[in-house]
């Protein structure tokens, strides 16, 4: 059986208007110690491992 990681990502980001709008999703909005939302979360997939991979 293959694991596979899914980082799902969406929504409006109401809460985070009005640094949050259509152009630039909050996934994808720098963050104030660097790097964005999607970026740490795909960090954090990577470093799960479920590949086998080192």
Do not use: Q
């Amino acid at each position: 059986m293959n694991i596979v990681p899914v980082i799902i990502s969406g929504g409006v980001g109401s809460r985070l208007w009005p640094i949050s709008r259509a152009l630039h999703p909050k996934s994808f909005i720098p963050l104030p110690e660097g790097g964005t939302l999607i970026g740490k979360s795909y960090a954090c997939a990577v470093r799960i491992d479920v590949f086998g991979r080192t």
